[in-house]
């Protein structure tokens, strides 16, 4: 199957038959992107997110492509929630073999303008998160002999500003690949993360909603000045990144873990410069 704008989407290709993963934040953007590719090539997939209403859509919209898929909801920094989506999965399909940490949120300020209680919200969901879905799944990946693939974000190498609290936490979700990749190892578990660039979701619309006048046009237009700013010209579409981290979670990636795969379209491999003028 085919996107538009020369997206790629391979579906028929059976490559997670058999597996379970778990998607954090699965219920929309990137997540569903992860879950509805991930089911497309065969895995049964529990999609986690905030609201049941988001997740039973996207479950839907699983069920009627010809997949498999099941729910879980809550925040996803009370224990409770990550021990309630894996017990999902335990119940729904007797097994875990892999994990996806999409939720995630985005706020703006520079340190004096996040508030304290701004900073703990977003190491709260963005790193507090990842490390309780890991800490509650990883014992039954391990039996599984699976994967954890973290989505984090190009802002984890190079940032723009008034984002200090989500650019600091996604820093810290590469250390803590870097940590559960080296622990994992002796597992059998690969542990990777995936940093895309900006990808046209919900997030993404209400940043360019709060820095253009916000109108639908408005939107569309930022939208595409950020997309102009990757080397690719262009956004990426969520099965983008779902792909990549189809690739991460598959037995071809058998030698690749603790690794960072950026998915940005070559937003970080381009420097600010202009070519010279022409006389
Ligand atoms: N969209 C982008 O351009 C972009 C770029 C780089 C990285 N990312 C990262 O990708 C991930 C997904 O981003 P997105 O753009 O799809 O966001 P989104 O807002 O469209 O979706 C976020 C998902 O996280 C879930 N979520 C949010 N807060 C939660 C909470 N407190 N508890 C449980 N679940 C919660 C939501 O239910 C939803 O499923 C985030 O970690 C984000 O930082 C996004």
């Known amino acids: 199957m ?44 529990v999609v986690h997110g905030l609201t049941q209403e988001f997740v039973d859509e996207t479950v839907a919209a699983i069920g009627a492509a010809g997949g498999k898929a099941t729910g879980t909801w809550g ?5 409770q929630t990550t021990i309630e989506a894996v017990d999902a999965a335990l119940r729904a399909y007797g097994r875990l073999d892999h994990l996806v940490t999409a939720a995630g949120i985005q706020r703006y300020g520079d340190a004096v303008s996040t508030s304290v209680e701004t900073w703990d919200e977003v190491f709260g969901v963005n790193v507090r998160g990842v490390f309780l879905a890991a800490h509650a799944a990883l014992p ?31 820093g810290a979700l590469n250390a803590l690949t870097r940590a559960l990749a080296v622990d994992e190892a002796d597992h059998g578990v690969r542990v990777n993360s995936v940093a895309p660039g900006s990808v046209d979701t919900p997030m993404l619309r209400h940043s360019a909603a709060m820095f253009s006048v916000g109108t639908p046009e408005a939107v569309e237009a ?4 950020w997309g102009r700013m990757h080397a690719l010209g262009r956004v990426a579409q969520p099965r983008e990144i779902g792909e990549a981290v189809s690739f991460l979670a598959s037995d071809a990636a058998s030698f690749i873990t603790g690794a960072e795969l950026r998915a940005d379209g070559g937003l970080l491999a381009r420097i600010a410069a202009a070519l010279p003028a022409k006389d």
């Open 75 to 79: 925040p996803i920094d009370r224990p």
């Open 2 to 45: 085919s996107a538009d704008r020369g997206v790629a989407v391979d579906g028929d290709v059976d490559i997670h038959a058999g597996r379970v993963v778990l998607v954090t934040g699965g219920s929309q953007g990137i997540g569903r992107g992860i879950a509805e590719v991930l089911a497309a090539k065969g895995a049964s997939v």
């Open 140 to 170: 039954h990946i391990r039996e599984r002999k699976g994967t954890v693939t973290i989505i984090s974000s190009v802002q984890a190498t190079a940032t723009q500003q008034q984002v200090v609290a989500y650019t600091a936490s996604k």
């Open 222 to 225: 930022t939208i595409a000045d």
